[in-house]
Structures are given as C-alpha cells and as structure tokens.
C-alpha cells in the first residue's frame, strides 16, 4: 500500500532527537469532541519511550474551522495531526495529496506534513488489521470472513482486510441496500457479498472470523448484541471494534462458545502505532502506548 511505501522511504533517513532542525516535533489531534481522545496519553508515551522531544496535543476544532485548522499546521510547523470525528471526511479538501488506500476508503485520520506539503492517510483499517493479524487471527488468506455494519469504520476495515486475500467478505448491514453497495463498489478488489442482518442464517454456520463495526453493544448500552450469539459458529475468531467496554456483550458470549475474542483496543494502539511511524521514520513502541490508554481509561 502507499502508506508502506512511504514509511519504506522514510526509514533510512537521519531521524533527530525530536522534529526537523532540532525544533521539538509537534503533533496534535483534532476533533469535536475531544475531551475524552486517549490519543494525547498514548503519543506522549511513545514520544518519552523513544527519547523525542516533543509535544501531542488535543485541539478542539468546530466544523466550520476546520479549513483553518489545517491551514495552522503549515503556519505552525506541525510534522503531523490526527484527525477525528465529525472530520475525516471533510478534511481530504483541505489537503495537498491524498494516499491512495484513503482515497478509496474515503477518510483521513492521519495527516503528515512534509515541509508544508499535507498527505493525508487512512491508518484504522491497516491498524485494525495488524492488531488482529498480531493478537488473534495470524492468517486471513483464504479465510471466510463476516463484517457487521457498512458505515466508516467498515469501509476501512474492509479495505484493509481486502489486502489479505480472504476467500470471501460477508459485509452485513441493518440497512441491506448499503452493505450492498459497498460491496459492489470494490468487487474489483476481492470476493465480497452484501447482505441484510436478516439473511444471515445461511452465512454464519460457514464464516472464520466475525469482525463487529457498529456501535452495538458500545457504552452505555453494554448489553447489546449485534447478533444472536446462538448462531456463532463454535471455536471461531470474533472480533468488536468497540474498546468501551473491553469485553463487549458479543464478545462474553463468543467467549462461552469457545471462540478466540478480539477487541478495539488494538486497533486504536495500532493506528497510532502507524501515524507515529508516519511522522517519526520510527518503529512504534507498542506496549508504552497500550499502557498508556489502559492507564487512561482506568486511571
Ligand atoms: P462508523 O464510522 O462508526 O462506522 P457510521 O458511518 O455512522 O459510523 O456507521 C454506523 C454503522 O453501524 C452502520 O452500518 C449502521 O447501520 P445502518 O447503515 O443501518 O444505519 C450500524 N448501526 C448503528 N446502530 C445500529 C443498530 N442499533 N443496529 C444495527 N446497526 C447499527
């Protein structure tokens, strides 16, 4: 993907003791809200874990900012921001380049300037999908595979998981029409199907790994299921994108049927773990930064 690619060139270069010149490296995220982003906690540790100098700060920036926010980054010599709800989408017209993968996902979460040149990257799908690949399902080739919901975390899920060469993508949405769509639009990509949840019946006893991405079961409402647990296959790999609670109602239950579960928090650590190796040239010190969001969240 463009995202390896142009880690790859990065990474002979001399990275200094924090960003260019000597000056410390400034990174953010923006958002609205952002009060509650475990993202600060997460960087600072990687940042002191690697010896940087440096700051990660959270910006609370409204919609109709956001055009200037972005602008602030090359005034200000930002080498990089993340970006969150409600702008990963509005943001791709503010930037000077957009990597491919982003492109066709159709959101950015990772912004990386490059001496006041903006590209913009998608890092959730990759990450989830590392976090997955490191954590519970080492092997996705061939595998057949259900995704719940169709809305942006699934396209950059499903995105990502395309590049693994599974045998077969269910994607599954409440509303049928839009996991059909999707799963039309990127047909060239890979094996995909798109369903209503009411169809499933004949897709579940076959699938290897469900994969969870709506916000069933998410805090406050922690006894949600997006599915009935009956009908998980026994012994399969589950996975919930939803990292409040840890351990989601789908999830307890995957759990009962002797299933192999996997949970969100890897995939926050993981696509942080990319936007710092984006703007760092470094490999990310993954277990200061998934200490630091526990921490955050049970302090
Ligand atoms: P995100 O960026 O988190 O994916 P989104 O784009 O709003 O957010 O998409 C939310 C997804 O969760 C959608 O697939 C949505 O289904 P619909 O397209 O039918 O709205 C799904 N979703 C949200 N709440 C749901 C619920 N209570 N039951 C079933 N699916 C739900």
Redesign the pocket.
């Known amino acids: 993907m463009g995202e390896q690619a142009n880690h790859e060139k990065r990474e002979g270069e001399h990275v200094r003791e924090g960003g260019r010149g000597g000056q410390p490296l400034l990174l953010g995220v923006i958002g609205d809200p952002i009060q509650h982003s475990k993202s600060p906690a997460m960087h600072t540790a990687a940042l002191e874990a690697c010896g940087l100098t440096g700051a990660y700060l959270p910006f609370h920036v409204k919609g109709k900012r956001l055009e200037e926010a972005i602008r602030g980054i090359r005034a200000l010599g930002f080498r990089g921001i993340n970006v969150t709800v409600p702008h990963k989408v509005e943001v791709m017209n503010y930037l000077d380049r957009i990597d491919e993968g982003a492109r066709l996902i159709g959101a950015v979460n990772t912004i990386v300037n490059d001496d006041g040149v903006l590209t913009g990257y998608n890092t959730d799908g990759i990450g989830y999908i590392r976090s997955l690949k490191e954590e519970a399902a080492p092997a996705l080739e061939g595998k057949r595979v259900l995704v719940l919901?169709?809305?942006?975390?699934?396209r950059g899920i499903v995105y990502a998981l395309l590049q693994e060469r599974p045998g077969l993508v269910t994607i599954a949405?409440?509303?049928a029409g839009?996991a059909r769509e999707l799963a039309a639009e990127w047909a060239h990509l890979g094996s995909l199907s798109g369903r209503g949840m009411e169809e499933l019946d004949a897709v579940l006893p076959e699938v290897d790994l469900i994969i969870n991405?709506?916000?069933?079961g998410m805090h406050p409402h922690v006894g949600d299921c997006?599915l009935d647990s009956r009908q998980i296959p026994e012994g399969i790999v589950v996975s919930d994108l939803i990292y409040n609670p840890l351990k989601t109602e789908l999830l307890q239950q995957a759990e009962v049927r002797g299933c192999t579960v996997h949970s969100g928090l890897g995939m926050f650590v993981y696509q942080g773990a990319y936007a710092f190796e984006h703007w760092t040239g470094r490999t990310a010190p993954v277990e200061a930064m998934r200490a630091a969001v526990l921490e955050s969240m049970h302090p």
């Not at 991405?213 to 069933?216: A, E, K, N």
Request: net charge positive; proline share 7%; aromatic share 0%.
């Open positions: 919901g169709s809305g942006g975390a699934a949405n409440r509303t839009k991405t709506t916000s069933v997006p």
